[in-house]
Every structure is written in C-alpha cells, then in structure tokens.
C-alpha cells in the first residue's frame, strides 16, 4: 500500500518535473537541435535558399571533399588557429594581471572594476566602429600618436601583415574584462591564511604567486581557457565591421566566410560543410583542453 | 433548455468571427517595398508615397531599408517566408538567382507592354531573363573619372588624362609623400567592396579593347594582353606610390576611407559610378566646385572609351498576396506624371544624380543630364557596356576582387593573379 502511494507520488514528480522542463526542452530542441541536424543535412546538399528546399540536389560528400581546394577557407581556418592560439596564450596573462591590480587597488576598486567591464557590456558594433577609426591609417588617431612620438606610421587594418594583430588587440581589450573578472572572483576565495603563513615562512611576492595564487586559480584558469577557445572560434562581429575579413582575407576567419558563402554566394550547402567541420572543431578542442587539464591536475594532487 | 444553450454556444463562437470580418473589410491593404537606400533618399521618397496613399485610401506603402551590403541576404531569408515584402528593389546582376529560385514574379501582360514601350532594348534585355520582363527599371549607372581641378592646377596639369601613358604620368606628379608616406594619392582605388574593385578594373579593360567574359558568357575573356596590360596598369602605378591602398578601404554600406580621402583632396583621380554625386554635393559643399568628371582613359590597345554600366529594376515577390497592387503601385511612380513630364521615380533618382532609365524621363531631364558633372556619365553611355549577367555572379566579382586586392596589397604578382581569377571563375562558371 506505502509502495504503491510511493509509486504514484514519483510518477506524478516526473509528471510535474517534465511539465516544468518542457518550455527549456522546446527551446532547445528549436534553437539547438533543429539549426544541428538542418545544418548536417544541408552540407550534403546543393541549395541557394531562394528555391523550395524540397528541390535541394543531394550531392553526397562533395561539400567537403571540395573544402581543401579552397584557398579561402584553408586561409581562414588557419587564421581562426592564430586567433584561438593568440587569444589562449595573452588573454589570460591580460586578465591575470588586470585582476591582480583590481585587488590590490584600495582607490575607488569598484570604479576600476567597472571601467574594465565597460567594454563587455559596450555594442560590439559601436565599439568596432570606434577602432576601425582609431586603426585608420590615414585620418586614425593612433597613426598621430605615434608620429607625435617621432614613429613612422603604420598601416594597421589597411595592412595585410598586421590587419589580424590589430583585431587580436580588439578582442584582447574586449575580452580582457570579462575574464579579469572571473580572475578577480578565484582571487577572492584564497584565504588570507596561507598568504600569511607563507610570509612566516620567509616566502616573497613571487615565490606566494608561483605557490599560492596559481595553483588555487586553477579550476577558474581551467573555465577561462575553454570559454576564451570557444569564443574565439566563433568571433564575428569586430571582424565583419572592422575590416570585413580584409585586406586580401588577411583577417578573415572562418565563421565569417561561411556567413558569406551563405548570404553573399548563396551556397547554403557549401557554408553549412564549413559549420559542421567548424562545429567538429570546436567540440574536439574543447573536450582535448579539458581532458589535458584534468590529468595535469590528477597528476598534481597525487 | 438544450437548444437554447446550444445557440448561446454558437453565438458566442460566432460573434469574433462577424467582429474581425468587420474589421478586416475596411483594412488597407499595405505594400512593403525593401530597398537599401540611405535615411535621406527614404524620407524624399515618403513623399510619393504620401502622395499614392491620398490618391488610393485603401493602400498603405511601407519602405524598409537595409544597407546595400544586406540587401541580396534579406530578400533571401525573406523569401523563406510567406510574409516577406511585396516589391523587392534589386540589383539586374542578381536576377539569374532570384529567376532561378522563383523569388520574383514576371511582369504580367499589361505592364510588361508598358515596360516594352518605355524604355530602351537594351535596358529591357537588362531586366529579363528568358524572354520574360521582370520589372520597372530604375537607374542606370555607369563609371567615369572623377579628378579634383584644384589638385589638377596645383600640379600644373591643364587637363583629364585621355589615355593611360598620360594617367600614369599626371598620377605620378599628383602624388604628394611626407616622411615617406603618400599624403596625397595620384589615381585611388577601391578595397573591401567587389563592386567597387572589379567595375571600375573592368572598365579600364574595355577601355583597352578587353572584355570580361566571352560572348556566350560561359568563359574568362579577361586574361589576354588587355587584361594584362590592365593589371599591369595597376602594379605600375602602385610602384610609383600613385596608388596608395592604405587610402582604399570602402564599408558595407559602400562608403568609407575612398570616398573620404577623394572628398578631403587627398585623391586626385578615381574612377567611380555617378550615383555618388550627391553624396560628393552634400559632404564637400562648396569644394565639390573643384570635382570634375571625364571619360575613361584609353588604354594602348583601346580606341574608345568604355565603362561597364549595370541597372535596377523593381521586382515583385512571386509570393506576394497584394501583386497587383503592387504592379499598379510601381506603373503609377514610373509614369510621367503629365505629358513631357518626368515620373516620380525618375525626379527623385535625378535628384541624387542617378540616371533614370526610362526613356521619356531621360528627355524630360534632359538639361539637368546635361550638366557638366553628368554629362560625362550620359556620353559615356553609348558605349558603355553591360556588366555580366550571369548565375554566380556575386561569387565571380569577389573572386575578381581578391586576385586584383592581392596585387595592391602585394600578396600576388599581376599576371598570377589573372591566371588564379580566370581559373576559379572558370570553375563557377563551369557548375
């Protein structure tokens, strides 16, 4: 009999549980699951998305069998490496370094964590407007700053050899913030106790940072450097408003050369190959980053 | 009881239906027309609109406007629904796809007659494809020089280069360096926009006796002696600082670093379409007195000079529900408001300094053509050629525009260049 009421009082939990998870499982089954599997049908098909989908021509694995003798999406996968690559090594040092300085700052700290927020929460598109005038070669200021200080001036998005430089220090001063911030969180739960037995010790600055400080970061350094690869791969917006992949694909990534086989050149099928090779990649770098750093981390506790 | 509980029911159940019946009998029906031009044009073209909406009560018009850039990209996820505008205002280079797709509708019989009757052949062959009209021609534009007289002056240059020996050679005295860096370009460019790169290259090699494609349109005819001499053209003036990329860049609404440096007299010469007059007019005010146009330099083995031209047209969406009305909206701004007169479309394409197409309104605009900045434009017409209209048309002008940016910005010598673009155009054209 109290089995029996156990039984359908769970039954009508799960009832109740599913009801509520329902609106989230829709969600996600329409912006999630169905762009997914839509997606890995289109790359082995042929359509323009101005005919009925129904007369898209199946073409098998041709889209990606023809990926490789492009030279545009081999430049722009490699391009997306330097990025994620640039990104993973300098963004956290950045972020360290800024939530370093936020802690021990005792001048106004909160105006301080705020001016490095701002760019998070500052329009993408605004703010790439701001630097595509800044990097200007010929009207920008920053070629005036440095002929102010006897430099020669440089072509920045106007040059192939330092377009993508210059849109890593966008997305480096863009991101910076964000990140610090989480830095500044993991800072913030390292008790003061073992600064200060280190101290009795006889440790200096360095020798607490290279003990204490980085080895407690660990699990926030672990959630950075996934968030920092996963974002990166997928940058768009400064790219496109900024230099539009210019000069000569010099700065172009891959996620926008599959918006423009998709929108400009109509080949849906083309541009949704890329997505799933892209999609592929990201997937397996983030699940290699994590692995590595759990066993570096299995391998320090024993 | 149960019979009356039963016509309650249905009452209640009847009652919105009669309601929104009711109201749907007196809705207007409301066009939506998507377009790219800016906030200005918008707001003069309103004006006509007001003036239809008063003379048809019953016929709302909306105007939705998206950057140039984003043109091609909404009418195709719009075209996805059901729901999408009703005229489309597109560009004749899109046509193959959109025909193809079945995303416009052609003209039907009343209005392709007024269409045929109207306007020239070969604006005409511009606007079909298989034989069937696809809408009303708006503008045409072509491409000319457009030089700064005051820098002409300064340098001691009396007149426009006519040939390329003498473009090179007033290039190289009109460009000006400080500590190292070209201040003042001799001849700009464009980069960051195909149209951009490739219609002004294009027209220097038709200028030269090349052309684009082979006659069927099936081929690369680009990569000759006049393709080479073009592309030649370029790397010479690029060597000499005559040419300075870093003044190129264009946004995606087709302005920018290009336009900027032509306006501040940082450009000497550039070849450019007419449709920027009005921008030149209202940001240059009174220096726009010092721009003058003139044809395109003859190359070597040209005899004459020819631009390529490319025209609109208004389409209407195959899956518009209010097509008629959309047809009769486009043939009432089209006509001449009174004998002689121009038509709407017309007076406000004249007043950007656009080409109508229309023959009566060319006439009826006559002596405004004729004014020195437009003339060059409307003389060079005759011999102007249309740009391709061929299916992957987008796709072969960004290829063309890569190979021609990876000779200015010195990522690939000029004749591998050619070779690369006329293989990969090859292949587009081949599928």
Redesign the interface.
């Known amino acids: 009999m109290v089995n029996c009421k156990r039984k359908s009082l769970e039954s009508s939990y799960t009832k109740a549980a599913l009801l509520f998870l329902t609106p989230s499982l829709a969600f996600f089954a329409v912006f999630f699951v169905f762009p997914l599997f839509f997606t890995l049908y289109l790359s082995f098909h042929e359509w323009d998305m101005l005919s009925p989908l129904g007369e898209a021509k199946g073409i098998g694995l041709s889209n990606f069998a023809g990926l490789f003798s492009d030279s545009r999406f081999v430049k722009t996968l490699l391009n997306t490496f330097i990025y994620v690559g640039s990104n993973l090594v300098l963004m956290p040092v950045i972020a360290l370094v800024i939530a370093l300085l936020l802690k021990s700052t005792k001048f106004l700290p909160r105006l301080w964590r705020l001016i490095f927020f701002l760019p998070v929460v500052t329009s993408v598109v605004a703010m790439s407007l701001v630097w595509q005038y800044i990097f200007d070669p010929t009207f920008g200021p920053l070629n005036e700053f440095l002929k102010a200080l006897g430099l020669p001036p440089q072509g920045w998005t106007m040059a192939p050899s330092q377009s993508l430089p210059s849109i890593l220090i966008v997305l480096l001063w863009q991101g910076a913030g964000y990140y610090a911030i989480i830095y500044l969180a993991g800072l913030m739960g390292i008790s003061r106790d073992y600064y200060e037995a280190a101290e009795l010790d006889g440790a200096n600055g360095w020798q607490s940072f290279r003990s204490i400080t980085l080895p407690f970061l660990r699990p926030t350094t672990e959630f950075v450097l996934v968030m920092i690869a996963v974002n990166t791969f997928q940058v768009f917006t400064p790219i496109f408003v900024i230099t539009n992949g210019g000069p000569v694909d010099s700065s172009n990534v891959l996620g926008l050369y599959i918006y423009q086989t998709a929108f400009e050149f109509l080949k849906m099928g083309k541009a949704s190959s890329m997505a799933v090779v892209l999609f592929v990649l990201v997937m397996s770098f983030s699940v290699i980053q994590i692995k590595i750093m759990r066993r570096n981390a299995n391998g320090q506790d024993e | 009881m149960k019979k009356k509980a039963r016509a309650i029911i249905l009452l209640t159940m009847a009652l919105p239906l009669l309601f929104m019946t009711a109201c749907g009998k007196g809705k207007p029906t409301t066009i939506r027309i998507l377009t790219h031009w800016d906030a200005t044009n918008s707001s003069a073209f309103q004006a006509y609109i007001a003036e239809y909406e008063a003379q048809n009560k019953n016929v709302k018009i909306e105007l939705q406007t998206v950057p140039f850039g984003e043109l ?2 909404k009418i ?2 719009s ?2 629904s059901s729901d999408g505008p009703d005229i489309y205002h597109i560009y004749s280079a899109w046509l193959p ?2 025909v ?4 416009i509708a052609p003209a039907p019989g009343d209005f392709a007659k007024d269409i045929q009757q109207a306007y020239a052949a070969n604006i005409i062959d511009s606007v079909s494809v298989g034989g069937s009209i696809y809408g009303y021609p708006t503008e045409l534009t072509t491409y000319a020089l457009n030089y700064n007289k005051k820098l002409f002056a300064k340098a001691g240059i009396p007149e426009p280069p006519k040939n390329w020996q003498e473009l090179i050679s007033d290039a190289k005295k009109l460009t000006l360096k400080s ?3 070209v201040t003042q370009q001799g001849f700009g460019v464009i ?2 926009w195909d149209s951009g790169v490739v219609h002004p290259w294009v027209s220097l090699l038709q200028s030269d006796g090349g052309k684009f494609l082979t006659g069927d349109g099936k081929k690369v005819a680009f990569n000759d002696a006049a393709g080479q001499e073009t592309i030649a053209l370029y790397k010479t003036l690029l060597d000499s600082g005559a040419i300075n ?5 264009s ?2 609404s087709t302005t920018g ?1 290009y336009q ?2 032509f306006e501040l007299g ?1 450009t000497a010469m550039i070849i450019m379409a007419n449709w920027w007059k009005s921008s030149l007019q209202s940001t240059m005010k009174d220096a726009y007195a010092d721009v003058a146009t003139a044809p395109i330099p003859i190359g070597p083995h040209g005899d004459k000079s020819s631009a390529i031209f490319y025209s609109w047209l208004y389409s209407v969406n195959s899956k518009s529900k209010q097509q008629a009305e959309a047809w009769k909206f486009l043939e009432w701004l089209n006509s001449p408001k009174a004998d002689g007169e121009s038509s709407r479309q017309g007076a406000w394409l004249m007043n950007q300094g656009i080409i109508p197409s229309r023959t009566s309104d060319q006439k009826a605009n006559a002596s405004t053509l004729s004014d020195p900045f437009m003339k060059t434009y409307v003389d060079l017409l005759a011999d102007a050629k249309p740009f391709p209209i061929v299916r ?1 048309g ?2 072969i002008t ?1 290829t063309l525009q ?1 190979q021609v ?2 000779v ?4 690939a010598k000029p004749n591998d260049a050619l070779d690369s673009a006329e293989k990969q155009i090859n292949e587009i054209l081949g599928k």
Do not use: D, I, V, Y
């Open positions: 091609m990209k195709s996820t075209g996805l796809e959109l193809g797709g079945k995303t500590g190292g860096k980069t960051g990329p870093e003044m190129s860049p946004n995606a670093g900027n440096n940082h992957g987008a796709e960004a890569k940016e990876a200015l910005f010195g990522q």
